[in-house]
């Protein structure tokens, strides 16, 4: 079945620039989506990118797609400390048009 | 629109009795789903309605485990017995198409 995979932990310095990471193994994907969630609420869709596209800016993300390594990146520009989350990148399984599979989360600290 | 609205917030029960999670979707989102998530197994979908009828409950972990939706605006997911395994937090998640959940703010079940 799907997978979908990010490292679990990144720490940055307010006003630096963040990636989160991400990898999926299934190639018939026609969103792919980043989620946020902030301690004890739910996910919140930050963006989501269209398959044919390679990137998408939306004011201080920039979300970038390479289809040929199956690899998924969100960038966050000026970051602050309410960026401060956990980030999931999230795949439709394949063949489902409903079924999203999400990644194990990556979580931002952002330091003062 | 008030989002998806899940109650209660919090759950803290004995093991053996019977809980009710409850969830009321966005007006108009035809597709509604249940995801658990905990620490060891990340975001797991339980059970995905559309139109009100369940398509796919593969991922509903046992017969103590049952979902309804008795109409557009209401769903619930019942344990009977619960145990202390079942001890996560519980998100239901609306969406018109099937793509770009919202999700509500979840119900943090305890089972001591």
């Known amino acids: 079945g799907e997978d979908v995979e990010q490292s679990l932990f990144l720490s940055v310095r307010e006003g630096d620039s963040s990636v989160i990471n991400c990898t999926y193994t299934?190639?018939?994907?026609?969103?792919l989506y980043w989620y946020k969630q902030e301690p004890g609420a739910g996910l919140q869709l930050l963006t989501y990118?269209?398959?044919?596209?390679d990137m998408k800016q939306d004011q201080r993300l920039t979300v970038l797609l390479n289809k040929k390594d199956k690899h998924l990146s969100l960038r966050i520009a000026d970051t602050q400390t309410g960026d401060s989350a956990i980030y999931f990148c999230?795949?439709?399984?394949?063949?489902?048009?409903?079924?999203?599979?999400f990644g194990s989360g990556t979580r931002l600290l952002v330091r003062p | 629109d008030a989002g998806v609205i899940q109650s209660p917030r919090h759950e803290v029960t004995e093991m053996g009795q019977e809980v009710t999670l409850r969830c009321k979707p966005i007006?108009?989102?035809?597709?509604l789903f249940w995801y658990r998530q905990t620490m060891m197994r990340g975001l797991e979908l339980l059970i995905y309605?559309?139109?009100?009828?369940?398509?796919?409950d593969s991922g509903m972990p046992e017969d103590r485990f049952s979902a309804k939706m008795p109409n557009a605006s209401f769903s619930t997911l019942k344990i009977q017995p619960s145990e202390p395994r079942d001890s996560a937090v519980y998100f239901c998640?609306?969406?018109?198409?099937?793509?770009?959940?919202?999700f509500g703010s979840g119900t943090r079940l305890t089972v001591v």
């Open positions: 998640a609306s969406s018109p198409t099937g793509y770009g959940y919202t």
């Open positions: 299934d190639s018939s994907s026609t969103y």
């Open positions: 990118i269209f398959s044919n596209m």
């Open positions: 999230a795949d439709h399984e394949m063949d489902s048009s409903y079924k999203l599979i």
């Open positions: 007006s108009g989102h035809n597709s």
């Open positions: 309605f559309n139109n009100n009828v369940p398509i796919d």
